[in-house]
T-cell receptor, first 114, second 114 residues
């Protein structure tokens, strides 16, 4: 139990569907992150939120839309995805965004695009 | 930009063998260095970290020393167990101001045979 919970664990969707991934952290952290993990590639940081404000966006396509309503919850809204978007999506949190603070990861959502 | 390079996997060893997974980095500032481990079907977990040169991080029998002169942070364990089978990620986080992101290596898959 890492204190970071992601739902659903698995998601299969068509390219025209709209779905959302959810992340919740119970650690009292102020920063939350979305990562994409594809086979044989390094983890790619998608979004960083600190105190509910987006502070970093690594040029992610607009078909991915994050939402951080409060410091404990983070969503990733998905629409009109492509087959290459199939991957493991990992959520993480940390006390702040300082360099010494490790991130705590959830177990991920395995996304498959048909 | 910052980057992390790990030895290519997969790595297969017998139980009780000595393990080394090499990691080197490039960074413009003075990064903190981390090793994360991902067990099958789970998210990443922090294994150990080091925040400045010559620091040694250790946990669960694993060790890594921050070597600034060789820009390395190699992971070692004296006697591996079957339960150590996982994917290991080396990562850095630059401490120079702003919202610092984790930069990951590509991961090294380790399999330990009984």
């Amino acid at each position: 139990e890492t204190g970071v919970t992601q739902t659903p664990r698995h998601l299969v969707m068509g390219m025209t569907n709209k779905k959302s991934l959810k992340c919740e952290q119970h650690l009292g952290h102020n920063a939350m992150y979305w990562y994409k993990q594809s086979a044989k590639k390094p983890l790619e940081l998608m979004f960083v939120y600190s105190l509910e404000e987006r502070v970093e966006n690594n040029s992610v396509p607009s078909r991915f839309s994050p939402e951080c309503p409060n410091s404990s919850h983070l969503f990733l809204h998905l629409h009109t995805l492509q087959p290459e978007d199939s991957a493991l999506y990992l959520c993480a949190s940390s006390p702040g965004t300082g360099g010494n603070q490790p991130q705590h990861f959830g177990d991920g959502t395995r996304l498959s695009i048909l | 930009g910052d980057s992390v390079t790990q030895m290519e996997g997969p790595v297969t060893l017998s139980e009780e063998a000595f393990l080394t997974i090499n990691c080197t980095y490039t960074a413009t500032g003075y990064p903190s260095l981390f090793w994360y481990v991902q067990y099958p079907g789970e998210g990443l977990q922090l294994l150990l970290k080091a925040t400045k040169a010559d620091d040694k991080g250790s946990n669960k029998g694993f060790e890594a020393t921050y070597r600034k002169e060789t820009t390395s942070f190699h992971l070692e364990k004296g006697s591996v167990q079957v339960s150590d089978s996982a994917v290991y990620f080396c990562a850095l986080r630059d401490n120079s101001g702003g919202a610092q992101k984790l930069v990951f290596g590509q991961g090294t898959r380790l399999t330990i045979n009984p």
